[in-house]
Structures are given as C-alpha cells and as structure tokens.
C-alpha cells in the first residue's frame, strides 16, 4: 500500500466554525507533513513531524494546529481562519531519513467563507 | 541555502514531440532531487528522483532526468509527449530534515 489518504475531500467553513483535516498512512513511515498550496503556485510547507515529535512549524499562525495521535495518523486542526486561508492543504509523508521522497495524499479543498 | 529554478512557468509541445523542462539548482552540498507531477485537482506524485550513483535517472511514464553537476541543473525529459502528459511539473531539492523546497513550477500543455 503505497497510498495516502485525505479527508474531507472538500470543506467550506465560516470564519468562526472549528474543524479538522485527517490524514493516514500505510506505509510504515516515520515522518508526515503538512503543505498549504495556492492556485498556480508550489507547496509551502507548514508543519514536520518526525517520529509523532513536531520537528518543523514553519512560523505557521496558531489558527493551524497540527497534531499526530500515531505514526500512522495526522490532523490538522482549524480555528478563526481568515478567507486568505483558503487553499488546497496537502499531507504527505516519508521514511523519516532525512532527504527521502515524500509520498503525498490527493489534499483538502479548503474554502474559507 | 537551498533553491531551485524552473525556467519557463509553461511550456508547450506537440503530442510525440520531445518534452524538456528545466530545472537547476543552488546548493553548497551534493543535494537530493526530485521531480513531481500534479494534475488537475490532485496531490503531487513523484516521478523520479536523485540521490547518489548514476546521474541518468529513469522515471514513470516514460520520463528521465540528468543530474549535471558542473551545470547545477536537473532536467526532466521525455521523448514523445502524450496528452496524458499534460500537467503542473514541479522540481524539487531536499538538504536535511525531510525539507522539501519546490520550483515554481511548470505547466506543460500537449497540444494535437
């Protein structure tokens, strides 16, 4: 199994609701990853976990709140965001070696109303 | 610092032409790099990566890259473009702790 999962598929929250994205895989890998992408533009990358330890927080606002119950698991949890949040979040993930590829999931379609 | 440049934001082919996206790097140590595609409304899948050895690397559908040190660049080619191959290329180089620092990126257009 070679596959990362994401859910929802799409959301659409108010400014003020609460709300969370899953994340899960497979693979046996050690490290996971949030990224934040725009219309036409690159991964930005938000958050790093390396052996369920947050290891990178890409200066990312407390509205983002990451968490990784297992190593197989990871949310990211969504408070007060701002329409400008609105983006395709995308997980990913990896063996954990340092410079290794990362596997990624197909994202959230997040819109921020 | 790491980063990548990825000359042409759109490139476009005929449908059996040769496809070539560049790609170069700035690194101050032997880097990591990958190449990743992304459809419409989709994650990015990776299509062939460099790490150490051999600087001809092969890839999914067809595509392989060079690694040239000497030039810093990392081209991604295929020899006869498919309209399946249309989609946002992206390049990307790893230095340490799993960080990932991504080209602006490539949109290839395969046209009949």
């Known amino acids: 199994d070679t596959e990362v999962t994401q859910t929802p598929k799409h959301l659409v929250m108010g400014m003020t609701n609460k709300k969370s994205l899953k994340c899960e895989q497979h693979m046996g890998h050690r490290a996971m990853y949030w990224y934040k992408q725009k219309a036409k533009k690159p991964p930005e990358l938000m958050f790093v976990?390396?052996?369920?330890?947050?290891?990178i927080n890409e200066s990312v606002p407390s509205r983002f709140s990451p968490e990784c119950p297992n190593s197989s698991l990871l949310n990211l949890h969504l408070h007060a965001l701002q329409p400008e949040d609105s983006a395709l979040y995308l997980c990913?993930?990896?063996?954990?070696?340092?410079?290794?590829?990362?596997?990624f999931g197909p994202g959230t379609r997040l819109t921020v109303t | 610092a790491q980063s990548v440049t990825q000359l042409g934001s759109h490139v476009s082919v005929s449908e059996g032409a040769l496809v070539l996206l560049r790609c170069n790097y700035s690194s101050s140590v032997p880097p990591y790099l990958f190449w990743y595609v992304q459809y419409p409304n989709q994650g990015l899948q990776l299509l062939l990566k460099y790490t150490t050895g051999a600087t001809l690397v092969k890839g999914i559908n067809g595509f392989e890259a060079e690694f040239k040190k000497s030039e810093t660049s990392f081209h991604l080619t295929k020899p006869s473009a498919h309209m399946s191959d249309a989609a946002e290329y992206f390049c990307?180089?790893?230095?340490?702790?799993?960080?990932?620092?991504f080209g602006t990126g490539t949109r290839l257009q395969v046209t009949l």
């Open positions: 990307a180089v790893s230095l340490l702790l799993s960080k990932l620092t």
């Open positions: 990913a993930s990896s063996h954990g070696g340092g410079k290794d590829e990362q596997y």
């Open positions: 976990y390396s052996y369920e330890k947050l290891s």
